[in-house]
């Protein structure tokens, strides 16, 4: 298993920044993919920002040119991270830090328990 903590959040005027953080432990060296989703009320969660082990990091159109997603992986534990400039209070949501895995053949998909994120205008 894999587990995962966000943090970072927080209220942010509109045109601030903001960097998330979400911290992986457990079983750390079979994950893939991670990624950063967010949850506006109401709708399904959406992706923002994907990352793989190595090779080009993908963006959701709305944020593209305005965040940066990056992890480390460290000895024992894997961070990753999400900057995001310019903010916009269309960017108000729950944020939520997401690895995959292919586990014995098996897809698995861990979840952090989500950020709240509020950008006022």
């Known amino acids: 298993q894999v587990q995962l903590v966000e943090s970072g959040g927080g209220l942010v005027q509109a045109g601030g920044s903001l960097r998330l953080s979400c911290a992986a432990s457990g079983n750390i060296f079979s994950i893939n993919t991670m990624a950063w989703y967010r949850q506006f009320p109401g709708l399904q969660r959406e992706l923002v920002a994907s990352?793989?082990?190595?090779?080009?990091?993908?963006?959701e159109l709305s944020v593209k040119g305005r965040a940066t997603i990056s992890r480390d992986n460290a000895k024992n534990t894997v961070y990753l991270y999400l900057q995001i400039d310019s903010l916009k209070p269309g960017d108000t949501a729950v944020y939520y830090c997401n690895s995959k895995r292919i586990v014995d053949g098996s897809f698995r998909e861990s979840w952090g328990q989500g950020i709240q994120v509020i950008v006022s205008s």
């Open positions: 990352i793989p082990p190595t090779g080009v990091p993908n963006y």
